[in-house]
């Protein structure tokens, strides 16, 4: 199957079907963050986990276990969110050590899907911005056009997804902060109604207004 033309639904389908193994999907993705993202700059850390949680669906799937409804689908997520492990930065020095010991609940339930967390996504620091430009770790690019802002503050996010360095990623918005480099960067995204996701782990900006939630290429996935 063409991984950089499918849905994440294709996606899932193929590894559930043993068409496709998480293992080889994830690696598709790892090797094009490798050639692509040195221009890019949309991912800030990559997880040393990622292969060793597809190798463990692919057992699931081998034995017939239970998996979840996402099991495999390799997904980006915004350095906004916590994740046990791995580096949680908000793009700002200030955390450029902090580890969470904890998952926040948006990727505690995306784990329990069964999604393959690649890595965390760039963005402006604190999500304080609208073009992706304001980070400590550089800024991003469009991949449509590198000589153009990808859009913020989740322009990391948007850009990683556009490129098809991610089957699926995840932004934040307080003020238009996925909608806006989704339309950018050609991708769908979409602010839930506030409170309808949880913000437990997310690193706050504008408590009344955060919202977390999907980017993707096609409407069905987000």
Do not use: H
Not at 32 to 46: A, F, G, P, Q
Not at 53 to 75: C, M, Q, S, T, Y
Not at 160 to 177: E, F, H, K
Not at 181 to 187: E, V, Y
Request: hydrophobic share 40%; charged share 20%.
């Amino acid at each position: 199957m063409d991984l950089l033309k499918s849905s994440f639904s294709e996606i899932k389908n193929a590894i559930q079907s043993k068409k496709l193994s998480a293992k080889e999907a994830t690696q598709f993705f790892l090797q094009r963050i490798e050639k692509i993202d040195k221009k890019l700059n949309s991912y800030i850390t990559l997880s040393t986990e990622a292969l060793n949680e597809a190798e463990a669906i692919d057992r699931k799937i081998a034995k017939n276990e239970e998996i979840g409804p996402l099991a495999g689908v390799p997904f980006g997520i915004k350095d906004m969110l916590c994740t046990k492990g791995i580096k949680t930065t908000a793009a700002s020095k200030m955390l450029e050590n902090f580890v969470p010991p904890y998952d926040s609940t948006v990727v505690s339930r995306l784990k329990k899907a069964g999604v393959v967390v690649l890595g965390k996504l760039n963005q402006d620091e604190f999500a304080m911005g609208s073009s992706s430009e304001n980070s400590f770790y550089g800024p991003v690019k469009n991949p449509w056009n590198l000589e153009c802002v990808p859009g913020g503050s989740s322009g990391g996010s948007a850009a990683a997804q556009a490129a098809r360095l991610a089957a699926g990623a995840i932004g934040t918005d307080t003020g238009g902060s996925m909608r806006q480099p989704a339309n950018f960067c050609g991708i769908v995204g979409v602010k839930p109604t506030y409170g309808r996701v949880s913000r437990y782990g997310i690193v706050a900006f504008a408590s009344s207004l955060d919202q977390i939630g999907p980017l993707a290429n096609y409407t069905a996935d987000v």
